[in-house]
């Protein structure tokens, strides 16, 4: 089955690292997927990696992909008060119908 | 490119009337999606196409929702008639190949 699992809510200080986690159940994933949504906003694309890969760094983000254990994370250095979002993690599966599948989203409240 | 396109940004109707909502794709992209978003059941799936022909549409939640893409470059969500449970934010999305970019969205308050 396919199912995708994020902490619902995670508060830093500015300037400090925030760490959002998510897991996710099928192992068939192809890419794997990280979106920021701001109040009122649509999703914004943040950074992907492929399922072959281990990590990918992207300025002040990093994806760290563990395989073995179906764990997701991105890594955010620095946090700004402009980073306060929610994030979504999604898996697009090897099905080619380039359907994602997305958790419920992680609060990121970043205070001064 | 100016992304996805979705208008009306909101949009605010009485319970029965007919909402439609309208979505342009980032050209060349040849998948599209609606999406709809609430506090209670997060982002689901509505319904997707593919060169303009509809590929899934088990995740609309009744008869009184339609899709249709009549070109590439357009597509409309219709509800009729509409119903206070309808309340939410529909987004649309567009690919090539696997990465989806959304609009803006659009927020449907139904009185």
């Known amino acids: 089955g396919e199912d995708v699992e994020q902490s619902l809510f995670l508060s830093v200080r500015e300037g400090d690292s925030s760490v959002i986690n998510c897991t996710y159940t099928?192992?068939?994933?192809?890419?794997l997927y990280w979106y920021k949504q701001e109040p009122g906003a649509g999703l914004q694309l943040l950074t992907y990696?492929?399922?072959?890969?281990d990590m990918k760094q992207d300025q002040r983000l990093t994806v760290l992909l563990n395989k073995k254990d179906k764990h997701l994370s991105l890594r955010i250095a620095d946090t700004q008060t402009g980073d306060s979002a929610i994030y979504f993690c999604?898996?697009?599966?090897?099905?080619?119908?380039?359907?994602?599948?997305f958790g419920k989203g992680t609060m990121l409240l970043v205070s001064p | 490119d100016a992304g996805v396109i979705q208008s009306p940004r909101h949009e605010v109707t009485e319970m029965g009337q007919e909402v439609t909502l309208r979505c342009k794709p980032i050209?060349?992209?040849?998948?599209l999606f609606w999406y709809r978003q609430t506090m209670m059941r997060g982002l689901e799936l509505l319904i997707y196409f593919n060169n303009n022909v509809p590929i899934d549409d088990s995740g609309m939640p009744e008869d009184r929702f339609s899709a249709k893409m009549p070109n590439a470059s357009f597509s409309t969500l219709k509800i009729q008639p509409s119903e206070p449970r309808d309340s939410a934010v529909y987004f649309c999305?567009?690919?090539?190949?696997?990465?989806?970019?959304f609009g803006p969205g659009t927020r449907l308050t139904v009185l």
């Open positions: 099928d192992s068939s994933s192809t890419y």
């Open positions: 050209s060349g992209h040849d998948y």
């Open positions: 990696i492929f399922s072959n890969m």
């Open positions: 999604a898996e697009i599966l090897r099905s080619g119908y380039s359907t994602l599948t």
């Open positions: 999305a567009s690919s090539l190949k696997d990465t989806q970019y």
